[in-house]
């Protein structure tokens, strides 16, 4: 029951006022059927006996306060719990290394984040309830053993057998239910495929059908298919207790009167049973939300651990406000192997010798898949080199300043992200104005409120706001990975003819992965990848 130890890890201080206010109920709670057993034997023709009602009443509002104090901590406990979790994955991502995130993946965070958590928070006031079902069931024992031992005997009798019986149907039930949450990662990945490929699919009948047939269905199934029959051992906990429970019942009902001398005893002891009955069918119940919490947790850890070790790895130092580029950035032997899955070593990138001048523009050309956007992840850092070093100007980039050095560059990669404002800066508005002029895009987006008024744009015009971004940043190092690829034929001249000369002439250092050969004397220099390899750096007349 790891969750139930997590609530009361993370209850700290509460710990003690939390554990007696989730238990307190329950030993109310049989005193309160302790008392009707005594009342219901009680001879009404003496009145109301005073001193029954005034218990009942005490122990009632005590069970009801403590019940509710209860509750109320364990949500505070939770949304703490949940609100440190969010901040401190969210935390360890933002100090993942690329590598590190690439290999743990976006979906599995979000997985964590959102149902994972939500699985927590809504098996939360169950453990409350699971907890006051327990201490009724147990304090109920206690009272029958006060009442009779034998009767006490034959309940821990019956409660040790099912409970036995219950938790052999319970751990493979629970089992079942882990393989069907592990199963419904697959389901997602599928499903998102649906979402996030809904144009193509829409345009495809056949891939439509299979990724349909094959995938989305056959998943689900698979995932319902387990979920039945982990719900079908649940159930099958939940007869077996039944019969228990029955069982006991019968034998209270029909042996044990006979080995008990008092004659009320017996009548007061079947009241008992027959009060716990609802209490183990809540307890039951309540159990299969508490397993989910406990399968939870373990994702959660396994995920932090993961996250923690590489969080380590990437430790990268604070960064500097406004770095500067003086003389340039070199790298001198840098490779890098990207792992296959398996832990096979997959595409190499270098040995890569190559001097990028403060100031100039760079293209880096190449066939696809030759390594140049690789190229540019190892560049700015975002990728570690396996072997090598890369120098900003007299420095060496190591795990100490990569931080700092990142905040060189402004970069565009292919496959970027827009976001809706301008995350860290304050731009001047008329200066935004311009940019947003300059690209073409006034009659499209306005930054107002802090942000922009839309990003429902065509790819060649989210590309341009894209560009907005990285021009406001103002950072010394521009990086545009194929950014001309979505424009239209004037905006593209417009690209290479003024604005890179534009930027440079503002004194701006500029990288772009290009494949348009016919504009390539707008770069200095022209980088050309051939399968992971710089196979020449060709100086054109704008860099001689
Ligand atoms: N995240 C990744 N994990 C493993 N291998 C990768 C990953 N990204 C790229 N690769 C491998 O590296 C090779 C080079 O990829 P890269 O994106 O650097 O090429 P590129 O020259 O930019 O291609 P393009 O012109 O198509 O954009 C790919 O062929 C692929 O095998």
Redesign the pocket.
Known sequence: MKFIKLLFGEARRDRTPLLLASTLPGVMMSGVIALVTTVANYDQSKGPNIYLMAFFIIASVALLLAMNYALNATTAVISNFILQKRLNIARAVRSLDLEAY?KIGAMRVDFAIGRDLQTIEEAAPTVIVLIYFVTQLLSSALYIGYLSLIAFAVTLLFLGVATFFYRSSYAHAEALAKEATELESAFRSSFDHLLRGFREIKMNARRDTDLFDNYIVQRALAVQDLRVSSGRGFNRGQTLSDAFFYGLLGCMVFLTPYYISNASTPAKIILVIVFSGGAIASLIQALPAVSRADLAVDRLDALERELAEATRAAESGPGAPEPMLVHGITLRGVSYT???PGGQP??H?GPCDLVIKAGEVTFIA????????????LITQLYAPDSGEVRWDDKTVTDANATAYRQLFSVIF?DFHLFDRLYGLDPAHDDLADLIREMDLSDKVHYKLGRFSTTDLSSGQRKRLAMVSALAEGRPVLIF??WAADQDPQFRRYYYEKLLPRLKAAGKTIIA?S?DDRWFNAADKVIW?EE?KVQRVMTTKAGA
């Open positions: 690439e990207y792992k296959a997959g595409f990138v190449g066939g696809n898949g030759s390594g140049k956007s690789t190229l540019l992840n292919s990975d194929e992965v494949h990848m992971g």
